[in-house]
């Protein structure tokens, strides 16, 4: 979904177009670095705190992934669980 306004965009991305952005970031602060003198330094301050935020948000996505997973393996465990409780004890389920 996106929404776009006079004063920003809310717009989807994927963790790789993240990644790629997050790069970009990097490499533009890495260029700035070497003629830090040269440069804007609010501009230099504002691509640091977005390459902040770019990283944060593939952190947050990984983690939610691994979380995603954890949780699939939970459920499958228990499922598994339950069905070794009922062979053991030839229990009957009905529905």
Same mark, same amino acid.
Request: glycine share 0%; charged share 35%; with cysteine.
């Given at each position: 979904?996106?929404?776009?306004?006079?004063?920003?965009?809310?717009?989807?991305?994927?963790?790789?177009? &993240?990644?790629?952005? %997050?790069?970009?970031? %990097?490499?533009?602060?890495?260029?700035?670095?070497?003629?830090?003198?040269?440069?804007?330094?609010?501009? &230099?301050? @504002?691509?640091?705190?977005?390459?902040?935020?770019?990283?944060?948000?593939?952190?947050?996505?990984? &983690?939610?992934?691994?979380?995603?997973?954890?949780?699939?393996?939970?459920?499958? @465990?228990?499922?598994?669980?339950?069905?070794?409780?009922?062979?053991?004890?030839?229990?009957?389920?009905?529905?």
């Amino acid at each position: 979904m996106m929404t776009v306004s006079n004063k920003s965009a809310n717009i989807e991305f994927s963790e790789h177009e &993240y990644d790629i952005l %997050s790069c970009l970031a %990097s490499e533009k602060i890495t260029d700035m670095n070497s003629r830090l003198k040269e440069c804007d330094r609010y501009k &230099y301050i @504002e691509i640091c705190q977005l390459k902040a935020k770019l990283e944060s948000i593939v952190a947050m996505i990984n &983690y939610q992934k691994k979380m995603d997973d954890e949780q699939k393996t939970k459920y499958h @465990e228990t499922m598994e669980d339950v069905k070794k409780y009922i062979r053991e004890h030839d229990l009957i389920i009905e529905v």
